[in-house]
C-alpha cells in the first residue's frame, strides 16, 4: 500500500482503514513507520523488510499469511515495488498463490512529471544510475538515442556528479529537478544540463530530486557541429546575445552550450 510521499494529509482514509486492519506490517524502515502509524493512532506489529533482508524476511512474511494472517507492506513514500524491493515481496505473493491487493497513493515519478511541464505523452522511469562507474556508464550508453521523456531519481549528495555524467552523455539538453515533492519547500527548476551543473556547483543541493531530462531530438541528428555554429552566428547577427545564442541551440542539439559559445567568441 501507498504511504505518503511528503504531506501527511495525502493519507487516505482506506490507507488508514487498512493498517488498522491489518494483522502485522512489513515496513522499509520501522521508525519511519511508526511515525506515520503514531499520527494516526494505530498501534500495530511491524517487521522490516528492505534491500539487504528481502529475501529472509519475505519467506518469513509469506509463511505468516500462508498460516492466515494479513500483512501490508509499506515503504518510507510512495508506491511499494516501485524502484523498491516490495517489489520482490509482491512477486513471491504470485508464485505462492497469495491474493495481492493495492490500496495506492501517489508515486514520486507520476507527481514529478505532472508538476514539470516537461512533455509526458511518452516517457521511460530509469531509477537511480547505478553508482558503478561500467554499469552507469553502460546505463547511460544505452539512453543516448532515447527519444521518450526520462525520469530519473537521485540523492542530493550524489546529484552534481549525476548532473554532470548527463551533460557529457546527452549534450546540453532541457531538465527540470523537482524536489521535495508535496513538502513545505516543494520546488520545481526547469533549466539546461550546463545551467544545473552551475548551479549545484555553487549551491549545496537539498532534499530528494526527481529529475526530468529531455529526451533525443529528430532534428539533432541532422546537424553537425559547424552546422550549429553557423545557425547560433546568425541569432548573434539578428541581435540575440552570445550567451542566448549558444544555449538555444545547444538545447536543440547534441552538442555543448560552452563550445557554440567558444566558437562565437
Not at 537511480?128 to 521518450?148: I, M
Not at 527548476?189 to 529528430?218: C, Q
Not at 553557423?230 to 547577427?237: D, G, N, P, Q, W
Amino acid at each position: 500500500m501507498g504511504t505518503p510521499i511528503g504531506n501527511l494529509g495525502d493519507f487516505s482514509p482506506r490507507a488508514v482503514e487498512t493498517l488498522g486492519a491489518v494483522d502485522f506490517i512489513a515496513a522499509e524502515d520501522t521508525r519511519v513507520t511508526l511515525k506515520l502509524l503514531n499520527h494516526f493512532g494505530i498501534k500495530k506489529e511491524m517487521v522490516s523488510y528492505f534491500e539487504h533482508n528481502k529475501r529472509e524476511r519475505g519467506e518469513i512474511i509469506t509463511n505468516r499469511i500462508l498460516a492466515g494472517e494479513s500483512c501490508a507492506i509499506v515503504t518510507d513514500a510512495g508506491m511499494p515495488a516501485i524502484s523498491d524491493p516490495g517489489e520482490d515481496l509482491v512477486r513471491m505473493c504470485h508464485e505462492l498463490g497469495i491474493r495481492v491487493e493495492s490500496v495506492p497513493s501517489a508515486t514520486a515519478l507520476t507527481t514529478a512529471l505532472a508538476l514539470s511541464g516537461m512533455e509526458t505523452g511518452r516517457f521511460t522511469f530509469e531509477g537511480f544510475l547505478s553508482v558503478a562507474k561500467k554499469s552507469r556508464r553502460e546505463h547511460l550508453e544505452e539512453l543516448k538515442d532515447e527519444k521518450r521523456t526520462m525520469v530519473f531519481y537521485e540523492a542530493p549528495h550524489k546529484l552534481l556528479n549525476t548532473l554532470k555524467d548527463f551533460y557529457s552523455a546527452f549534450g546540453d539538453r532541457k531538465i527540470a529537478l523537482v524536489r521535495e515533492i508535496t513538502k513545505l519547500h516543494e520546488e520545481v527548476i526547469r533549466t539546461t544540463l550546463s545551467e544545473a551543473v552551475e548551479r549545484y556547483t555553487e549551491n549545496k543541493p537539498k532534499g530528494e530530486f526527481v529529475l526530468i531530462l529531455e529526451g533525443k531530438k529528430e532534428s539533432a541528428v541532422e546537424m553537425t557541429l559547424e552546422e550549429a555554429i553557423e545557425t547560433a552566428k546568425k541569432l548573434v547577427e539578428n541581435g540575440m546575445s552570445v550567451n542566448a545564442a549558444a544555449k538555444e541551440i545547444a538545447s536543440s542539439t547534441p552538442f555543448k552550450k560552452n563550445d557554440i559559445y567558444k566558437a562565437l567568441l
